[in-house]
T-cell receptor, first 115, second 109 residues
Framework: EAGVTQSPTHLIKTRGQQATLRCSPI?????VYWYQQALGLGLQFLLW???????NRGNFPPRFSGRQFPNYSSELNVNALELEDSALYLC??????????????FGQGTRLTVV | KQEVTQIPAALSVPEGENLVLNCSFT??????LQWFRQDPGKGLTSLLL?????REQTSGRLNASLDKSSGRSTLYIAASQPGDSATYLC????????FGAGTRLTVKP
């Protein structure tokens, strides 16, 4: 069974551009979480989608946005990129929020570099 | 607002030692707590999930405990090996998941 897959694995963008990161959850999982991990720092919660709805977002500016598609895959969009957006972006999936006592599994991440 | 703290931030031990990693959280209204390991530049690998109604979980050389009332969890690693070297993260789920900053473990041969 395929795990959580993220694409691309690496992304280099220029300051001011937009970046789109993609995540495909494990089959049967409907909850998708996005995290930012800047170099040497912990995981900062970005967004949580469940069954197509945004359920919560972390303390990030509005230029960080996303969506979840009917097949439960998800996109994270970062507009007007800044140098400090350079980080590893991690996606995780789990079963629906209505079934909270389930394991979450992570993808290998997208390394975004803003130059 | 949930705050998750992990102590120590870094730990270096000789191979074969038993060790304990600590995780504390401020809001005890959690669904579960999950321990992960992360190798440098990689994603997270799930180690153990403890549901809120459980007190501990075991997998091989790993044992995790949970005391919801005091807001604490420990991860016990028995007979540590160099391959255990990684950053260990705990996360509490209360709808979304909130992470501690991690403990960076180095096991020396």
């Amino acid at each position: 069974e395929a795990g959580v897959t993220q694409s691309p694995t690496h992304l280099i963008k220029t300051r001011g551009q937009q970046a789109t990161l993609r995540c495909s959850p494990i089959s049967g999982h409907t909850s998708v979480y996005w995290y930012q991990q800047a170099l040497g720092l912990g995981l900062q919660f970005l967004l949580w989608y469940d069954e197509g709805e945004e359920r919560n977002r972390g303390n990030f500016p509005p230029r960080f946005s996303g969506r979840q598609f009917p097949n439960y895959s998800s996109e994270l969009n970062v507009n007007a990129l800044e140098l400090e957006d350079s980080a590893l972006y991690l996606c995780a999936s789990s079963l629906a929020a209505s079934r909270p006592n389930t394991e979450a599994f992570f993808g290998q991440g997208t390394r975004l570099t803003v130059v | 607002k949930q705050e998750v703290t992990q102590i120590p931030a870094a730990l270096s031990v000789p191979e074969g030692e038993n060790l304990v990693l600590n995780c504390s959280f401020t809001d005890s209204a959690i669904y579960n707590l999950q321990w992960f390991r992360q190798d440098p530049g990689k994603g997270l690998t799930s180690l153990l999930l403890i549901q809120s109604s459980q007190r501990e979980q075991t997998s091989g050389r790993l044992n995790a405990s949970l005391d919801k009332s005091s807001g604490r969890s420990t991860l016990y690693i028995a007979a540590s090996q160099p391959g255990d070297s990684a950053t260990y993260l705990c996360a509490v789920e209360e709808g979304d998941m909130r992470f501690g900053a991690g403990t960076r473990l180095t096991v020396k041969p």
